[in-house]
């Protein structure tokens, strides 16, 4: 089992940033692939980003389009969603998930945290 606890978001105006974390316990995570999803109201959940725990390699959504930054802290067992140049349309529900190296879905998933962005 890996627990995912997320934290960071809160209300940003237009332009701002956020930084979300989530924090990862119960497992080592050489063999994770760690991301980000969102779910606005009204809509489908989608895919932020994602990294590779061991080799950090990334992957981003198309709308991302280098406003968002997905990091890992080893010692922390800790990964982070750096969000700039924020937009209204940014706000939902982001949640911090895990799945196993070639597994085809997340598994785990975190309690998710707001995001609201006023324009």
């Known amino acids: 089992q890996v627990q995912l606890v997320e934290s960071g978001g809160g209300l940003v105006q237009a332009g701002g940033s956020l930084r979300l974390t989530c924090a990862a316990s119960?497992?080592?995570?050489?063999?994770?692939?760690m991301g980000w999803f969102r779910q606005a109201p009204g809509k489908e959940r989608e895919f932020v980003a994602a990294?590779?725990?061991?080799?950090?390699?990334?992957y981003y959504g198309d709308y991302v389009q280098g406003r968002f930054t997905i990091s890992r802290d080893y010692a922390k067992n800790t990964i982070y969603l750096q969000s700039n140049s924020l937009k209204p349309e940014d706000t939902a529900v982001y949640y911090c998930?895990?799945?196993?190296?070639?597994?085809?879905?997340?598994?785990?998933w975190g309690q998710g945290t707001q995001v609201t962005v006023s324009s």
């Open positions: 998930a895990a799945r196993i190296s070639g597994a085809r879905e997340f598994g785990y």
């Open positions: 990294i590779r725990w061991s080799g950090g390699i990334t």
């Open positions: 119960g497992r080592t995570l050489s063999s994770y692939i």
